[in-house]
């Protein structure tokens, strides 16, 4: 359930923005998408970087100390920022540079939930992709696949999400899964990539 609303205060001009605070929330209901993206209704996502609704600049929520609102607003917000935000704010603050690799991290797994939102995930038949933005994910999914993830069937299937089809199927055919699940999201991920479908899919 919400808590009172945080109030944030932008580092470049001062002002403040109210967002939303969870007093407690549940995975109930909660979905999960094949580029790990969980999407639980009972536990909105609060953006952990947000957009300042007056200069427009991006900051990460948690570099200030939290300060709650003492009257009843709940605050609705929760800064979800979209695929071209999400670019923007990651060009600005990988320039003003990140305070420690978990920022950067986050920002990157960002950066790619938001594209597959933008292109695939709001959109059931997805739209053609923008060159610029192609070459941005790729980049950006090859840093990931290299510095965050180690499970075999997730660097797969982000190979897949950036048409690397023969990279994606030979790691999948070099690894020995011996859990039913995990063994029905790597024929999912494999079918795939015969079809060379890049969308991402929802696994459950
Ligand atoms: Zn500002």
Same mark, same amino acid.
């Given at each position: ?42 536990? &909105? ?38 695929? &071209? ?38 959109? &059931? ?80």
């Amino acid at each position: 359930m919400p808590g009172p609303a945080q109030i944030l205060t932008c580092p470049y001009c001062g002002e403040k923005k109210k967002i939303m605070s969870l007093l407690s929330g549940n995975t109930f209901g909660a979905k999960l998408w094949s580029d790990n993206k969980k999407i639980a209704p009972m536990l &909105p996502e609060i953006s952990l970087i947000q957009k300042c609704p007056e200069c427009g600049k991006y900051y990460f929520r948690t570099r200030q100390e939290a300060v709650f609102s003492d009257d009843d607003d709940w605050g609705p917000d929760s800064g979800v920022l979209t695929f &071209p935000e999400m670019k923007e704010a990651f060009m600005q603050l990988s320039e003003e540079g990140f305070i420690d690799a978990n920022e950067e991290r986050s920002a990157r797994m960002m950066l790619h939930h938001t594209f597959n939102d933008y292109y695939y995930r709001n959109i &059931p038949d997805g739209k053609p992709v923008n060159d610029d933005d192609w070459s941005i994910f790729k980049e950006n999914a090859l840093w990931i696949i290299e510095h965050v993830i180690t499970d075999g069937v997730l660097k797969a299937e982000y190979y897949r999400e950036i048409g690397m089809m023969e990279e994606a199927l030979s790691i999948l055919q070099n690894l020995t899964i011996t859990n039913e699940f995990v063994k029905k999201v790597a024929e999912e991920v494999a079918k795939r990539i015969k079809k060379n479908d890049r969308k991402v899919f929802l696994i459950r």
